[in-house]
T-cell receptor, first 114, second 115 residues
Framework: DAGITQSPRYKITETGRQVTLMCHQT?????MFWYRQDLGHGLRLIYY???????DKGEVPDGYVVSRSKTENFPLTLESATRSQTSVYFC?????????????FGPGTRLTVT | AQTVTQSQPEMSVQEAETVTLSCTYD???????LFWYKQPPSRQMILVIR??????QNATENRFSVNFQKAAKSFSLKISDSQLGDAAMYFC????????????FGKGTKLSVKP
């Protein structure tokens, strides 16, 4: 199906483990983003990517790693998960051509670190 | 740095009535975009309406409209003829015209609709 998907939708992991959240979009959008949503904070940007092999930090990048070897995929890795990284993670993509600045969001991944 | 403030953590409206959600933002830029996103219990983020700062006319989308006051840096969302399906979290978001496209979000307003 066309659109933006995230996997897994739910994940429970232990402190210190590495976990990777996947994001895949079928529109060939150039821009992709990772946000985290916490109670009382709204959504905050973790990392973003303007194109394949181009990534940059957002507001809260510590403890996260991203890569973008293909335009359609933008995985987010927590190298050593901590309880403070318990959150809902959203991936988004955007074309940003022709004056279209809408971001399309995936369904989110709820991550719990025990 | 730009900031977005939603001063109403929770709001309630009677079905078929009108409700206004408030949003203020702080920026020194002249080129930017503003958005309202809806997040129902499913967690899906849904774009409700957007406003380009260079446009003086307030954006409207069916029952949703905004009151954009650029000088006051205010961007409120009005929902007319409220429906039960409007119950959700609503987030105001800012995008700089010079940024790589990332959004800066307010903390959200939880809207309840009473039948």
């Amino acid at each position: 199906d066309a659109g933006i998907t995230q996997s897994p939708r739910y994940k429970i992991t232990e402190t210190g483990r590495q976990v990777t959240l996947m994001c895949h979009q079928t529109w060939s959008h150039s821009y992709m983003f990772w946000y985290r949503q916490d109670l009382g904070h709204g959504l905050r940007l973790i990392y973003y990517s303007a194109a394949a092999d181009i990534t940059d930090k957002g507001e809260v990048p510590d403890g996260y790693v991203v890569s973008r070897s293909k335009t359609e995929n933008f995985p987010l890795t927590l190298e050593s998960a901590t309880r403070s990284q318990t959150s809902v993670y959203f991936c988004a993509s955007s074309d940003q051509s022709g004056g279209n600045y809408e971001q399309y969001f995936g369904p989110g991944t709820r991550l719990t670190v025990t | 740095a730009q900031t977005v403030t939603q001063s109403q953590p929770e709001m309630s409206v009677q079905e078929a009535e009108t409700v206004t959600l408030s949003c203020t933002y702080d920026t020194s830029e002249s080129d930017y975009y503003l958005f309202w996103y809806k997040q129902p219990p499913s967690r899906q983020m849904i774009l409700v309406i957007r406003q380009e700062a260079y446009k003086q006319q307030n954006a409207t989308e069916n029952r949703f409209s905004v009151n954009f006051q650029k000088a006051a840096k205010s961007f409120s969302l009005k929902i007319s003829d409220s429906q039960l399906g409007d119950a959700a979290m609503y987030f105001c978001a800012y995008r700089s015209g010079r940024s790589q496209g990332n959004l800066i979000f307010g903390k959200g307003t939880k809207l309840s609709v009473k039948p």
